[in-house]
């Protein structure tokens, strides 16, 4: 079966039926009440899904940096006492103008 053949006698045909004049029983009434439940764009409503979809973005990116930084990534290379390493990178320009003396 030809689909184009069949495409174009049945185009033909719906061009030869005139439409009719009828509307359909108590179409008014249908579209006025579709109408009327169709609510107004309210901006304020995108604005507020948008926020909690950050929020909810931003609190799973909160929780898995706080598990991930539970478990350590190398624990051979790390020290005991965070403070000693604190206390060298706050004062290595310090100590090195006072190498160099």
Known sequence: MNL???HEKLIAAARLEKPGDQVPYA???RMVALL??????????????AMWHG????????????VWSFF????????ADLSQDLDKAVFAMVNQENDSW
């Open 4 to 6: 184009d053949k069949l």
């Open 55 to 66: 929020a909810v973005a931003c609190a799973a990116i909160a929780l898995l940096v706080n």
């Open 72 to 79: 350590p990534a190398n624990t051979q290379t790390r020290t």
């Open 36 to 49: 009327a439940s169709v609510r107004p764009l309210d901006p304020v409503t995108f604005w507020n899904r």
């Open 27 to 29: 179409f008014e009434k």
